[in-house]
C-alpha cells in the first residue's frame, strides 16, 4: 500500500506535507469548537451514483478525522435545477438531509472550516481499492461505505415519500422480488474507461438459473434503455415490474445529460435513479452488470445490515480504447 501512495504522490507531484491539502479557513464566531468539513465537489459530467460516491468517500474521511461535514452540490452537477426545489438551491438537499446539524449557509460565518478536496476523497479510494477507478471497489470498501450510508446519508421527506410510495405501487415487500439492473444508452458506445455492455441475453441466463433455484415471484427491472425493457417483457411477460413514469432513452445517449420540456426534468431524473437504486437494494436477489447503481444497491443494503439472497454481477470487464467520453455522442 506505501507504494501505491508513492506512486499517487509523484503523479501528482505532491510531497507528503501537503498530501491532504488540510488548509483551515476562519470565516467568523459560529461553531467555534466544531471543525466543519465543507464537502463541495463541481461532478461535472459525473452520472447520480458516481456523485454518490463521491460524497460517500469525502463523509468517510470527514468520519475518520472528526470533522462535521456539510455538502453542497456543485454548480454543474447534472441534476441542478436553476431555481429552488423545497426552498432550496442546494441540490444535494433536493433529495437528502445534511449529514449534519450544521445548515450550508452557516459555514461562511463559522470559525474553523476546512474544504474538500478531491485528494481526500481518491485517497480513501486508493486505500481501499488499490486504485483510483469509478467502477473499482472491494468487499470491504462496500462494507466501509455501508456504515457511512447508515450514519450520515438519510433521504429528505420528499424523497422518502416519493420512494416508498412507488416500492407499495409495484408490490415490491409483496412476495420475493429478483431486482435487475442493465445499463444501455451511453454503455453500447464502448467508451473507455466503461464497462463492457451487459446484453438482455446476458441477463436471461442467470435469471433462468435463479428462478429455478430460488423461486421469485416477480422480476424488477431498471434500465435506462426502453430496447432492454422491451426486451424483459417479452421474455418474462407478467412477472415483470417496473416503473413506467420514467425518462428512458431508444438510442446511445446518456439518459443522465439529457433534456426535456418536463418541468423540473433534473430533479426528476435524480429522483428516479434515486428510487431505482433503492428499490435494487430492497430486493431478495439481484442481476446486474458494472454499474455505479448496482454498485450503491449493495452499499444500501449492507447499510441496513442485510445481504441478498442470490448476488450475480455480471462482469465483462472494462474497455480500454481511444473512446473518450462524450456527452451528447451516440457512441
Known sequence: MMEIFRQFMKQNKIGKT?????DVKHYGSFNRDTMLYCIYEDGINLGFFAMYRHWLEYLYFADICGYTPVIRAGKNFEYQEEHAIGGTKNAFEYFFKQPSAVKVQDVKYSYK????????REMVELVYTGKMDHYGYTEKYMR?????????????????????????KIGIGDGKALGIHIRGTDFRGRYNNHPVFVTEQDCFHEIDRM???????????ATDDQRILDAFLVEYGNLICCYH????????????????????????????????????????????GISQVAICAQINKLSRHETYEDLCILDKGIYQNQRGFRRGGKG
Open 144 to 168: 466501509e461505505m455501508g456504515e457511512i450510508v447508515r450514519k450520515y446519508v438519510a433521504f429528505n421527506e420528499r424523497t422518502s415519500n416519493y420512494v416508498n410510495e412507488g416500492m407499495s
Open 113 to 120: 472550516v476546512m474544504w474538500s478536496s478531491p485528494v481526500h
Open 245 to 288: 413514469d420514467v425518462v428512458r432513452g431508444r438510442n446511445n445517449k446518456s439518459v443522465a445529460f439529457s433534456t426535456s420540456d418536463r418541468k423540473n426534468h433534473k430533479y426528476l431524473l435524480g429522483l428516479e435513479v434515486i428510487r431505482d437504486m433503492y428499490t435494487l437494494s430492497k430486493c431478495d436477489g439481484l442481476i446486474a
Open 18 to 22: 501537503e498530501l491532504f491539502h488540510l
Open 211 to 221: 428462478m429455478q433455484k430460488n423461486r421469485y415471484d416477480k422480476i424488477f427491472v
